[in-house]
């Protein structure tokens, strides 16, 4: 059974930084696209992040390019966002997901096909 856990979550002002991680177990961690979603309050979940197995094939929403930075460790099944110089708009429930391809770096939630539970990060003003 796959469970992917996110942490690190918590308030923080505007400006700071913050380290998010999910731990992965149930799965070949190497062989999944792993990708960083996030959900405000009544808007749809959006693509974050995502890296492929190999960390060769990165990429980010535009609005946080230079900002944020997603990583991995297959040793340690983990999946990381250090997000930096945040915003109040980065607000939200931020989710972990993983998609069985190698490569392929997907922006639609619904090609993703494990779920973290999500953790929250606040960002006050």
């Known amino acids: 059974q796959v469970h992917l856990v996110e942490s690190g979550g918590q308030l923080v002002q505007a400006g700071g930084s913050l380290s998010l991680a999910c731990a992965a177990s149930?799965?070949?961690?190497?062989?999944?696209?792993m990708a960083w979603f996030r959900q405000a309050p009544g808007k749809e979940r959006e693509f974050v992040a995502g890296?492929?197995?190999?960390?060769?094939?990165?990429y980010y929403t535009d609005s946080v390019k230079g900002r944020f930075t997603i990583s991995r460790d297959n040793a340690k099944n983990t999946v990381y966002l250090q997000m930096n110089s945040l915003k109040p708009e980065d607000t939200a429930v931020y989710y972990c997901?993983?998609?069985?391809?190698?490569?392929?770096?997907?922006?639609?939630?619904?090609?993703?096909?494990?779920w973290g539970q999500g953790t929250q990060v606040t960002v006050s003003s």
């Open positions: 997901a993983a998609r069985q391809q190698y490569w392929t770096i997907s922006t639609s939630p619904g090609t993703y096909d494990y």
């Open positions: 149930g799965l070949t961690f190497s062989t999944y696209v």
């Open positions: 890296i492929n197995g190999n960390a060769g094939n990165i």
